[in-house]
């Protein structure tokens, strides 16, 4: 039995890799912010005794100290897995909001672990798309793992959302970097996935609270867009549950040792996100765009939008990707329950 530590517990992605982690069998601690939202995990885990389930409170991952508590265990950890960072648009100060919690956390937890947890082999990272994509190349560019976003510190600051993909890129490198300088005693992957969509099972108080990548659905479903479909902006997903399952695979898997995997399932567009919904779940058909106002939301041709080659991650982790259509079914069954 493996044991695992993994960071972020009750963020969208990281919900969905402590089942994966729990359903191959790994004993885990999790960290989480408060002692509420550890409560709230085990209540959702009534099966798992704390030989299987724990927590550790990491109030603030910005420090550089974060995580020297969270990765002494006994019995000591041989995996970890890092998915805490920020990802939202609600920022005032990018370098404080953005840049220092994505970096810090990053290389906080793998000091960490060289100092305090020698027994661990295996680091793997939530990295992103955004590490990989270049705002300035053509449409029809196919990206791949040798991929990386050229963005610089200067331009970081221009705006939230160049914030959020530069700290995503600096946060890795900064992994890459240390395993090349410190020579710990422990291998890094990383995971790196587009837009994940996919039903929620974070403990939600309400649709307000929904991750980023999910505010579309909930948007289409509710009537939101019904008058006029939003751009879809990135056109290349994943669903939740697949990339949960891809962190425990490069978590296991020998020869995922030292790579990066650029996860994704295929392209899809907040039309087909609409079509889909009106396909199985008739009932809401009436907050639905239809016609023309589907028009924003189209998929726009080969020659304007990303190309892609998920063959690494079919390869060496053996990955298969869910469908569209089941990942939004799923998805906004997730959030009718939330609503009632």
């Known amino acids: 039995m493996t044991r695992t530590l993994l960071t972020g517990g009750s963020g969208f992605i990281a919900a969905h890799v402590l089942d994966a982690l729990l359903d191959h069998g790994h004993s885990v601690v999790t960290t989480v912010r408060s002692q509420d939202k550890a409560d709230a995990i085990a209540r959702a885990h009534p099966s798992y005794g704390k030989d299987k389930l724990d927590f550790a409170i990491v109030e603030d991952i910005a420090q550089l100290n974060a995580f020297d508590k969270a990765v002494l265990s006994d019995p000591p950890f041989e995996t970890v897995i890092h998915t805490a960072s920020p990802f939202h648009f609600s920022v005032t100060d990018t370098k404080k909001d953005l840049l220092d919690p994505a970096i810090n956390g990053t290389t906080g937890i793998l000091r960490a672990i060289k ?38 510190m200067e331009e970081a600051t221009n705006d939230p959302s160049t914030g959020y993909r530069a700290s995503k890129t600096f946060a890795e490198k900064a992994a890459w970097d240390f395993v090349e300088k410190e ?38 479903m ?11 902006g990135i056109v290349l997903w994943i669903d939740v549950r697949d990339l949960a399952l891809a962190h425990v695979l490069a978590a296991e898997k020998k020869d995922a040792a030292g790579k990066r995997f650029f996860l994704v399932a295929g392209t899809f567009s907040n039309a087909e996100i609409a079509r889909v919904i009106a396909k199985n779940y008739p009932d809401l058909k009436d907050k639905l765009p239809s016609g023309d106002a589907l028009a924003p939301g189209e998929l726009p041709p080969a020659d304007q939008r990303p190309d892609f080659d998920n063959m690494r991650a079919k ?15 799923d998805t906004v069954k997730s959030l009718q329950a939330v609503e009632k």
């Open 115 to 152: 100092k305090s947890a020698p027994t661990v082999k295996r680091v793997v990272v939530t990295s992103s798309f955004a590490a990989i994509v270049d705002p300035k190349k053509s449409g029809g560019y196919k990206y791949s793992e040798k991929d990386w976003n050229p963005v610089t």
């Open 183 to 220: 020579k710990p005693n422990f291998e890094v992957t990383t995971c790196n996935p587009p837009l994940v969509l996919g039903p929620i099972v974070h403990y939600l108080n309400s649709l307000d609270k929904l991750n980023t990548s999910n505010q579309r659905v909930r948007d289409i």
């Open 222 to 232: 509710t009537g939101v867009m019904k008058e006029k479909i939003a751009p879809t």
């Open 315 to 329: 390869e060496v982790l053996g990955l298969k990707f869910r469908s569209l259509e089941e990942s939004i079914t």
